[in-house]
């Protein structure tokens, strides 16, 4: 992706900080340090173009919650309430919209098993005390004029919101373009290990960028960084994930009033409006390694469960078909905080919550950066938890 310039001046190559990786959770940890006053570098070959340029931004801790994974709801609540304040203290700081908007979701269901999966969700979030409510078939379709008439029921979530991811990675480019926070556009090719303590990295054109703490914040590359220490942090894997994106005509914008996330023959598809036209139908979930491939078999399953339920979006443009790489810890929760070397700190493992988790990580990681100690909200969720064979953060 063609992103944002930013400055690219080098007053000086020791930093308190370098992020490694310049997606979302590694642009927003850099501009929430630097405006605590820490200097900060990022390196990136390619900054925003991971996952986070491929994701749908959808922010649905409540639609997304699993049974078991409690303590990972818990953060994706607390980082979605985090959201209005982190896109206003944005669009302030980089004069460009984040993106963040409050359209609600409506989740939907296909066929009677369908339905049976929908009542179940609504059951959890009742015991939980999370925010839906059950709307017939009927309701459904004056919510969603286009729904098809097989839609069974659903549970509309109001408070399950969204951001246009690219906006966002935009606008945090500008962020940190005007905080002057130095833009490596190299990969790292080794961490710099000093007296048994992180001492900086070395980019792969071989200049060495000095520093007591290096962040790493690489989604699914995090753990082939040269020169980190094995052991350090849990393996972080692949998970492929293939998104469509339709082109809405001004004319029939929004097409959606809501995203609608459904449930066809056991099968999830999502369809996520924007304001400006585009229409995200997502997304696959595939473990086959660092394999980027659209398929047509992707492609199908997706347009075929977008299409059971508004049939209607035949008619639009295919913009593009993408396949990201999402990073999945082995509890499929992130990995947030210090590790067991000096200085080297996680921020990574985020799967299918990288986005929604944006805001929390960046403040719990500014917060140990600043003061040394990790805030309440993200314990649970440190790079100890497997070396010491804890039950996992997401099953508490
Ligand atoms: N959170 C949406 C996805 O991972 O597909």
């Not at 040394?372 to 039950?391: I, S």
Request: negative net charge.
């Amino acid at each position: 992706m063609q992103a944002t310039k930013i400055p690219h001046t080098r007053p000086d190559s020791s930093f308190d900080t370098v992020v490694v990786g310049a997606g979302l959770i590694g642009l927003a940890v850099a501009w929430r340090a630097a405006t605590r006053g820490l200097r900060v570098a990022l390196a990136d070959p390619e900054p925003g173009s991971g996952a986070s340029h491929v994701a749908a931004g959808m922010l649905a801790p409540v639609t997304e919650a699993h049974y078991g994974e409690e303590a990972l709801l818990r953060l994706n609540l607390a980082s979605a309430a985090r959201y209005p304040a982190f896109a206003a203290e944005l669009e302030e700081a980089a004069g460009t919209t984040s993106g963040y908007s409050e359209r609600g979701t409506l989740a939907v269901a296909f066929d009677a098993d369908d339905r049976a999966v929908l009542a179940d969700l609504a059951a959890f979030h009742r015991t939980l005390g999370l925010d839906s409510e059950p709307v017939s078939a009927r309701e459904c379709r004056r919510l969603e004029p286009l729904l098809s008439p097989d839609v069974q029921a659903g549970l509309r979530v109001s408070g399950d919101h969204q951001v246009d991811n690219r906006q966002l990675i935009a606008a945090l480019l500008s962020a940190v373009g005007q905080r002057r926070v130095p833009l490596y556009r190299e990969r790292v090719a080794e961490l710099l290990v000093e007296h048994d303590a992180v001492a900086g990295v070395r980019l792969s054109g071989g200049e060495t960028v000095r520093a007591d703490r290096v962040v790493i914040a690489a989604g699914c590359h995090s753990t082939s960084i040269p020169g980190v220490p094995p052991g350090l942090l849990p393996p972080i894997r692949p998970v492929k994930g293939q998104i469509l994106r339709l082109s809405v005509p001004s004319d029939a914008v929004p097409f959606l009033n809501s995203a609608v996330r459904g449930l066809v023959r056991g099968r999830q598809v999502y369809l996520v409006p924007r304001d400006h036209g585009e229409l995200v139908v997502g997304a696959t979930v595939e473990e086959l390694g660092y394999d980027t491939r659209v398929t047509a078999g992707g492609v199908y399953e997706l347009l075929r469960a977008a299409h059971a339920l508004v049939p209607g979006i035949t008619e639009l443009p295919l913009a593009e078909v993408r396949a990201g790489l999402r990073p999945g810890s082995p509890d499929n929760a992130p990995v947030i905080g210090p590790t067991a070397l000096p200085g080297l700190i996680a921020a990574t493992g985020h799967f299918r919550n990288g986005v929604l988790l944006t805001p929390v990580t960046a403040d719990a990681i500014a917060e140990l950066l600043a003061t040394g100690e990790l805030p309440a909200e993200a314990r649970g969720f440190e790079p100890a938890r497997f070396a010491a064979a804890a039950p996992s953060a997401a099953a508490r």
